[in-house]
């Protein structure tokens, strides 16, 4: 197997007195597609954020293609984010620009890029993402839930990352919106060699776009595999798939 | 009993801690804002736009405070100066206050309430909705791409404000002064020629750009700490006016002293003023 891309050795987040994740260490490898599940609060978004050096961890260490995100400079630390794009539960739309400069964004904050070319690679992503040319010069207040997080997918597209992170991309969607979103994310992984993490409470989600599952309970990991050993088992030796709470997950239970 | 009293409250000392660890979090804030100013990340398109908010949109507010502080200090001192027959005196009395004190600590006041509030809001609710993740996650820095443009429009359009304030501060004075009073005007304009100098004016609006500076530095430091929720926006908006509020009085105190000591300094107490 080849070298990880991103690794999570022995991390630990600490909110004041309130510890989010304690001793938690992952590999995530070169194009897989890997869904964190696990209940509300578990710290499944902090995990993201990690990845991404939007948040440092209060114990371990984030290592991206092998090197330190607390070793890297300014400089290093925005070319590594400019390979992330990241979908964000709620869009994360720029409120005072329409939807073609909120795609636009970071090709015009990175620069060297063409005006022309700034125009075509947004119609593109526009496109991929299906959504009506018209809707470019809509701004985000006019757009419905499922339109936005297209917009946010076409804008974290559109500096043609290596890894892409979703967080919750189909909360809040109809499920024929959230069909939708999972068919962009399976679309986006076969048109180009990008790794996918996935932070998600729906299982349809994971079965339908995930290698890999880890499941998270309050502070740690809990179980991890393939989608269907989730439900069937063997997993890892963290905890077996018969574990009650991971029962309790899969099968949308409230508590015994 | 007595070490116990001896002992400061672990409350105080944490809370002490606590306002030193937001200080210095504070000052590097405000250090990366204003070094924003010269990287890429500075728009100058924005910086129009927000002087416009900052500046234009503060003219009416402004015009209306300055020409009531005027008015309303004509009224409180003149039953007191015409008791003893100095009316003509009130001229170099009010203006002076207005152009060193009331006219930039009122305009400062309420860019920090008109303005500063709603930068605190603004950038409290791009926080809360992500948006400053996102600009971050793009290769922008949030803090050099958002802060360094409302530091510098704040900072560019207070002085005028404050000229502002100040004229209107003559014009409602004066015009109760002279109007209402009827008090001899060649008189009136003589005594504020002769007491009021540049070297007021010039310490007004440095001090006015001092305030503009530190109230929109605070007020972007309480967005970008806002917590979640419209209550965390509410509470960024409010304790970036009660802090701005604060530290305009403590800076204003800071300043009157520093310009007493240069004016004594250049200008010794025996030497009329020059001008």
Not at chain 1, 45 to 59: F, I, S
Not at chain 1, 62 to 73: D, E, H, M
Not at chain 1, 180 to 197: A, D, F, G, M, Y
Not at chain 1, 206 to 225: C, I, N, Q, T
Request: glycine residues 10%; neutral net charge.
């Amino acid at each position: 197997m080849s070298e990880p891309l991103i690794q999570l050795q022995s991390v630990g987040v600490r909110f004041g007195t309130h510890d989010v994740l304690r001793g938690v260490s992952l590999d995530i490898f070169p194009q897989q597609t890997v869904a964190f599940i696990g209940e509300s609060g578990c710290g499944k978004t902090c995990l993201l954020k990690l990845v991404v050096g939007l948040l440092q961890p209060t114990a371990g260490d984030v290592l991206f293609q092998g090197k330190s995100l607390r070793s890297l400079n300014e400089k290093e630390l925005t070319a590594m984010r400019l390979r992330v794009g990241f979908l964000f539960q709620s869009a994360a739309l720029f409120d005072s620009l329409n939807v073609f400069d909120n795609v636009a964004f970071g090709l015009k904050a990175k620069g060297g890029v063409a005006e022309a070319d700034v125009s075509a690679r947004v119609v593109e992503r526009l496109q991929e993402v299906g959504l009506p040319d018209g809707v470019r010069v809509k701004m985000p207040s006019e757009l419905s839930g499922g339109m936005r997080k297209r917009v946010g997918l076409a804008r974290a597209l559109a500096l043609d990352p290596n890894v892409m992170l979703y967080d919750e991309p189909t909360t809040g969607l109809d499920p024929v919106m959230t069909d939708v979103i999972n068919e962009l994310i399976l679309q986006t992984r076969t048109k180009r060699p990008v790794t996918s993490v996935i932070v998600t409470h729906e299982m349809r989600t994971v079965h339908k776009v995930a290698d890999r599952v880890v499941m998270f309970y309050p502070l740690s990991r809990l179980a991890e595999g393939e989608p269907q050993m989730i439900y069937d088992g063997p997993p890892d030796g963290l905890a077996t798939a018969a574990d009650p709470r991971v029962r309790q997950f899969v099968e949308g239970r409230a508590g015994a | 009993m007595a070490s116990d009293s001896a002992q400061p409250a672990p409350g105080i000392v944490s809370s002490i801690a606590d306002s030193l660890v937001a200080l210095g979090d504070w000052t590097a804030f405000s250090w990366r804002a204003v070094t924003g100013l010269l990287t890429r990340h500075f728009k100058r398109r924005e910086l129009m736009h927000l002087c416009l908010v900052v500046g234009l949109d503060s003219v009416g507010v402004i015009a209306i405070t300055g020409t009531f502080i005027g008015m309303v200090l004509a009224v409180q001192a003149y039953s007191q100066f015409h008791q003893i027959g100095l009316d003509t005196s009130l001229g170099a009395v009010i203006h002076m206050s207005v152009v060193r004190e009331l006219g930039p600590v009122l305009t400062a006041v309420m860019l920090a309430g008109r303005v500063g509030s709603a930068m605190a809001a603004e950038l409290g609710t791009m926080r809360v909705t992500e948006q400053l993740d996102a600009l971050a996650c793009l290769g922008v820095d949030p803090v050099r791409f958002l802060v360094a443009p409302r530091f510098l429009a704040a900072v560019l359009m207070i002085p005028m404000l404050t000229v502002l304030a100040d004229i209107m501060g003559l014009i409602g004075s004066s015009f109760v002064c002279l109007r209402v009073y009827h008090i001899d005007a060649y008189h009136y304009w003589e005594h504020t020629r002769a007491f009021v100098g540049f070297w007021d004016v010039f310490v007004g609006l440095v001090k006015s750009v001092a305030f503009g500076g530190v109230t929109a530095l605070i007020a972007c430091h309480r967005g970008f700490h806002g917590t979640a929720g419209a209550e965390g926006v509410g509470r960024a908006a409010t304790q970036s006016f009660v802090i701005s509020f604060i530290v305009i009085l403590a800076l204003d105190f800071v300043f009157g002293l520093l310009a007493n000591s240069v004016h004594d300094m250049i200008w010794p107490p025996s030497g009329s003023k020059p001008f």
